[in-house]
């Protein structure tokens, strides 16, 4: 049996890389995706890169009967889009924020607004397999993690479990332009941050809770303070992020490797490196690297994670929560290398 | 029944390339590398891309059995590694230059070098399985195109064989950096060609009497003159073949548009486009699009063709011949759709 | 006497290039500047790179008494802008196209619209310098070259000039993203332009008879006929305009080298290379690079000419024509060297 | 009077950056310049950017006299060529790291070999002149600053002088990729930085070391840790330095603007700015732009220093300490703008 899967707001960068990844998934087949601005268009015309997918009509609403849903649309629409189809018993993959933050206080005082669907983010589970897997299989409603929590939380979360750092943490991410979205106005002209590199929204992206709520929920009692600093350099596509947190203790190289070692055992997709990651090695594909660094003069973990901010870090983890939520291989689909160089 | 192959320089990025291509092929697989420079250790930890060959160890020579050999070797250095393996009945595919040129003196006189193996040309088939698929079918020895000329070919050649063009063609051409190899001293810094466009070899890179000797094939009685230059760009991966000709006679551009569609009718990699194509809509990919336009006032052809230098322009390419020539599906392995945006 | 400048619309790259490079110019000063999206805040504030100016508020109009306005409008806005200075008798510079076609309906046939201004066509001098110095000396209304084919002219005139090469002329040319212009909504994303080449507006843009038209004036009696195909490359500044043009008769390397240094001699921004130009060997400057190459095979000339599009293309070609026009040395606050690497 | 100044090493990226300020400086003339590899060779031949000096020969010794030596050895062998010069009572600036850190032991555990010079260590003066303007002045030798600590050390020197922050501190860098030099083997081809975010040296570089000291020097009896990670990005020129150090107590973000622009106030080239500044805004010039923001909510201090690698991070901060210590202009052939978009 085939998966039958939606996908709203298809014309966006996480979107349309959610409908590249399905082109040769084998237990999975895009049967609808909307788009507003280019409704009623075929999707393999507008986007040349899906040319497969030459006769499914790109329609404003999700037409066809479908087993899942993935929302890729802006933060603060997309509740209001899965809504109706979580009421209807269909499982939803919410790749926006909506569903991440649990506590709705949190979400309104980050995001400037109030919940558009609170009585639903208690059935929410926050799909990041490598912590809540279990959860993720029997969940109907997932929240697919942001890129920036994706690689920060993935380079922090073994530390942070096995209690070996303080919880004060900074981490300092660096973003391929991709991330910024498409429909992006003057903003992102190629002139203007090639040869570039900025930080933005600094201590206050919506991302810092994200990565707070679920690293407290690693350790109990433990309520840690994080410091995010986003930044875009000149590149498509690729998170970095390095996170500092003090070491609580002594501790060596070998037994930090070890440890991160022991925590993704069994995860297929992220791997712990001996030497520092390159984002160009994780470039459309659904790994995450990672790479743990002793700093024994100062007393401080560097943890490094890099990803590609549109696989692991959005349509490559949707499609991995996908295939847990529908009893597929964790993995199917989601097996191409990296292209490199 | 699964085809083992050996790849002679993994090391280079054609050979890489080959390597990531079969990763996932479904019915072939990589059993024996080469490359000096790294012999002995695994092609998986020294290429994390690759990180399923985590077992492969590279050798100095292939030391495994294999139904095919691909070779990346430098121009000049290949055929001498080939050799033994053609007349010892494996199937060959040279991705190098060394056996496309069909008149050793023509070799001799671009080459700078008598042709270390002049008695296996007859029996080398040129790679391009739009022109001669049948032939490559059956072939021992395959020379797949160069990256250049595959673009440049498939962009003229429907116009050559209706004969509605003057032979006296100019292709200018631009290519992304990987077209200059991998083990390329300091020329190729990042801060040097970034930010930088330049031409080189102008009207005298091998590439030239290559594409010449093809579309020759096309018409009988003629021989066209190729003024090609190529240039480098900013970009990784790409090549952007932009091709001249002068119309014979008046031909509208719906006329020629079907023309080509007749043409590559049937061959699953090759798409013609009704607007100018784009490098990034081929990224990762087996796939070439061509796009002819009739210049009207100048009575002039303008035929565009692009393609990824390491997919269609090497390494996908190679997997092509090696399905037709090993029985496979000519797709098996290379259906992943270009890594867009 | 210091020469007081306005210029129009120096919120777009040309304008705010033509302000960057008044920061050092030893006998001009930007007195006013319009800008209507900006107007009503300070230069120095709004662009960082330009923070001499601080205390020079973006104006809707030209406020102040100027000797020189330069209007860097877009094309057909920019003709009724310079108007009414042209008929005050202030020396107007247009970087737009709007009068550099002499031939009002060649600029209806290529732009769409009748020419805003016709009764100033034939006093406008195009601001070619290497071309018309003399004239541009008295010239009231200048018609500043467009990059492209300030690059494909500078390329071509020696050769179009001696009578060597037939006059049935190609130009590829490739182009920085730069030259499409900052106000350009999401047509030009980092994400999309980035590793990716593409051709547009194949043998319909407009630079096509400009360039027809100024080598026309090189020769008498021939009518040259130019096939100009520009290409987008991911790289912010520079153009590499290559020309094919087909010989006339045997023509030595040498020869052609010296025709084309004689013919610049006395021209302080453009030089003839014997190897193949960079485009960054111009980045920046008011540099353009000549560099023909005579292909004896097939009797064709390869004519390259690079320049960044801003500076000899546009801005930094302004200058020069301002300094002519108002009896300032030539190369005045044009003397920095390319950035490089 | 004219500075007549000697380049030793003018073919690496520093050298060949001071020899292009040269090209226009009104007090200072370049009258000599080496580099082993291109000796014999016209400098304005080798490098077209550097045309003016076309009748400059690169010799294997500076073989003219001299007033100001400028070294852009690599580190390590530059101390060696400096120590004749300063011997001879010619002023020196050290390009390299050899005299930046005061005590030997430190460069003897962070270089891993002896100090080649260390009679010297005591007459050098660090040349940052926000820190140090009155003893470059009076120097003769200077050690001009690491191109991350200068970007760091400006960006936090407020705040450590003025005793807001702990000193446990953590900097997090990007660099251009010209800060790894020119003669660097294939380790920096673009295909493969390209595309690509990585760290190195994560909390081993030898700028660690200096920019400790240099905190250290501002705030009696505080001996701050540093945690400094460097990271490589794909853009020729820029660093762009992140700063993360704990608030001792409740300052708000107007106040610490303020501080920081009293600090710098009367130093030309640093300014203090309140929106996150980007690296492009001091490309090509000397121009270093600091953003401190008060991360409220967790104590914490983002301090953020962004310039030119080549620029105030290696040789327009060279001729400023030139000028300085030669009695010309502070500003003298550093007054371009930087160059945008």
């Known amino acids: 049996m085939t998966v039958r899967v939606g996908i709203i707001n298809v014309t966006g960068y996480a979107g349309m890389e959610a409908a590249r990844i399905l082109q040769t998934h084998p237990g999975a087949r895009l049967v609808a995706a909307t788009g507003r601005s280019l409704a009623g268009q075929r999707l393999g015309e507008v986007f040349p890169h899906l040319s497969s997918f030459e006769d499914l009509v790109i329609g404003a609403e999700i037409d066809a009967e479908v087993d899942v849903v993935l ?31 649990r506590d709705p206080g949190e979400f309104a005082a980050w995001m400037g607004a109030d919940h558009p669907a609170p009585e639903l983010l208690e059935m929410a589970v926050y799909g990041l397999p490598e912590l809540h897997r279990e959860a993720i299989r029997s969940a109907q409603l997932v929240a697919n993690p942001g890129c920036y929590p994706a690689a920060s939380i993935l380079a922090l979360a073994p530390a942070v479990a096995a209690g070996i750092v303080e919880p004060r943490i900074v981490v300092d991410a660096k973003s391929g332009i991709s991330g910024a979205g498409r429909g992006t106005g003057g903003g992102y002209n190629f002139s203007e941050v090639n040869e570039d590199v900025s930080a933005y929204k600094i201590a206050r992206h919506n991302h810092q809770p994200e990565i707070a709520q679920e690293l407290a929920a690693l ?3 433990v309520r840690p303070t994080v410091t995010f600093v986003p930044h875009l350099v000149p590149m ?83 499609i991995q929560n996908m295939n847990l939520m529908c009893g597929l291989p964790e993995t199917a689909g989601l097996d191409g290398a990296p292209l490199y160089p």
């Open 71 to 101: 929302s890729a649309l802006p933060t603060a629409a997309s509740a209001a889009a899965c809504a109706p189809f979580v009421r209807a018993g269909v499982k939803v993959i919410d790749i926006a924020a909506d569903f991440r933050l």
């Open 219 to 221: 350790a109990e009692g």
């Open 236 to 318: 498509t596509r690729g998170i970095h992020a390095t996170c500092y947190a003090p070491l609580r203790k002594a501790v060596s190289q070998p037994e930090v490797v070890e440890l991160y070692r022991d925590f993704y055992d069994g995860h297929p997709f992220t791997r712990v490196t001996e030497t520092p990651p390159h984002t160009k090695h994780t470039l459309g594909s659904n790994r995450c690297l990672v790479h743990p660094v002793v700093d024994e003069r100062n007393g401080m973990l560097v943890a490094i994670g890099v990803l590609d901010n549109l696989g692991k870090g959005a349509a490559g983890q949707a």
